[in-house]
């Protein structure tokens, strides 16, 4: 995507950027959009005027559970860019020059700063998956049941989101741990770091 934002494009654009032979939107903006559309479900149902039961009880249970989800939809949404930004900051990093000792050394430093960087963006959205998988339980039980599906959907996706972004973050993880132990070699030698983004 050559301008703007990606959650700023439209739907056909969007899926089409995800379709490219570029490395960015990838996983971890698809996992963040998915958990987004997710979050929406649960706000979709918790905002209908129908409830399980009709009662006080249900809309009070609804009106927390939505401004509790607003939020969270919102810093998903965000996470969309954010993530492909972080990836790009990594890249740009391993992308910098290397002949010289000086260069090599800052170099590592911003290779290891922006896969720290890489790691937040993930981190938040499983963990805002979390906090969305539990407001989908108090909408689950007081929501209209002829939006269970929409709740069923929405909580399949987050669920699956929180275990995928799990497994995902250990790439970054065990990278900048390789970079940060073999440093001194790397001082010592003059010989840059082995990683799969070097080009």
């Given at each position: 995507m050559a301008n703007g934002?990606?959650?700023?494009?439209p739907l056909g654009e969007l899926l089409a950027?995800?379709?490219?032979?570029?490395?960015?939107?990838?996983?971890?903006?698809?996992?963040?959009?998915?958990?987004?559309?997710?979050?929406a479900l649960l706000l979709m149902v918790g905002a209908m005027p129908k409830t399980r039961l009709g009662t006080e009880e249900d809309r009070?249970?609804?009106?927390?559970?939505?401004?509790a989800l607003i939020p969270i939809q919102h810093?998903?949404?965000?996470?969309?860019?954010a993530d492909a930004a972080a990836y790009a900051q990594?890249?740009?990093?391993?992308?910098?020059?290397?002949?010289?000792?000086?260069e090599r050394e800052a170099r590592l430093a911003s290779v290891q700063r922006a896969l720290r960087a890489a790691t937040d963006v993930p981190l938040d959205v499983m963990r805002l998956s979390v906090v969305a998988l539990e407001h989908a339980g108090a909408i689950a039980e007081h929501g209209h049941r002829a939006a269970a599906s929409d709740v069923g959907v929405a909580a399949r996706i987050n669920r699956?989101?929180?275990?995928?972004?799990?497994?995902r973050r250990r790439q970054?993880?065990?990278n900048h741990l390789v970079d940060s132990l073999s440093s001194s070699f790397v001082l010592r030698f003059s010989v840059p770091p082995v990683h799969p983004f070097s080009p």
């Amino acid at each position: 995507m050559a301008n703007g934002l990606l959650v700023d494009q439209p739907l056909g654009e969007l899926l089409a950027a995800f379709a490219s032979r570029n490395p960015t939107p990838g996983g971890g903006s698809a996992s963040a959009l998915a958990a987004s559309l997710g979050a929406a479900l649960l706000l979709m149902v918790g905002a209908m005027p129908k409830t399980r039961l009709g009662t006080e009880e249900d809309r009070v249970a609804l009106d927390t559970a939505v401004a509790a989800l607003i939020p969270i939809q919102h810093r998903l949404t965000a996470a969309v860019d954010a993530d492909a930004a972080a990836y790009a900051q990594v890249v740009a990093a391993y992308k910098q020059p290397k002949t010289t000792q000086p260069e090599r050394e800052a170099r590592l430093a911003s290779v290891q700063r922006a896969l720290r960087a890489a790691t937040d963006v993930p981190l938040d959205v499983m963990r805002l998956s979390v906090v969305a998988l539990e407001h989908a339980g108090a909408i689950a039980e007081h929501g209209h049941r002829a939006a269970a599906s929409d709740v069923g959907v929405a909580a399949r996706i987050n669920r699956r989101n929180e275990a995928t972004e799990v497994e995902r973050r250990r790439q970054p993880i065990f990278n900048h741990l390789v970079d940060s132990l073999s440093s001194s070699f790397v001082l010592r030698f003059s010989v840059p770091p082995v990683h799969p983004f070097s080009p």
